[in-house]
């Protein structure tokens, strides 16, 4: 874009170079009086200034179009990008409760089996117990 710019310049710049020197030298070599050319160069003169004026004006205002252009896309870039992350941000959420919740549901069901485990564990050593306290018995009585 700066290449274009500064092409549209050289352009520019050419332009009116050559129209200030062609209209001097068409001027110069015209049959005309000083007084006649002095105005003629006068009012050429004005002419251009004039034109480049207006030019310079139409630029202006197609730099500001190109500019308010940018903003409203980039603004527009910016409320997509945000509408994107908090749609991200609501299904990060939605995965994290479902995780705490499967989370909570494994802790839940791993408390039950160990402690099922734990009564049959205590069972078993209770039984163990018994046993060895009556083969004790038995083995002193005999």
């Known amino acids: 874009m700066a290449d274009d710019n500064g092409l549209g310049k050289g352009l520019i ?23 006649e050319l002095r105005g003629d160069i006068k009012d050429k003169s004005d002419e251009f200034f004039k034109e480049t004026e207006e030019y310079l ?4 205002d197609k ?6 252009d940018g903003k409203k896309k ?6 997509e990008a945000k ?3 908090n749609t991200l941000l609501e299904e990060a959420e939605g995965i ?9 549901s494994y802790v839940e069901e ?3 089996k160990v402690e099922q485990k734990g009564e049959k564990l205590k069972t078993a050593i209770k039984a163990g117990l ?13």
């Open 63 to 68: 730099a500001d179009k190109l500019i308010n």
């Open 74 to 79: 980039s603004e527009k870039m910016i409320t």
């Open 96 to 104: 994290l409760e479902n995780a705490k919740k499967k989370a909570g």
């Open 130 to 142: 018994d046993t060895y306290k009556a083969e004790k018995d038995d083995s002193q009585e005999a």
């Open 110 to 112: 791993g408390k039950v």
């Open 57 to 60: 004006e139409q630029a202006k």
């Open 83 to 85: 509408e994107k992350v």
């Open 13 to 35: 710049v050419g332009f009116l170079t050559g129209s200030i020197v062609g209209s001097i030298v068409a001027l110069l070599y015209a049959p005309k009086s000083g007084k």
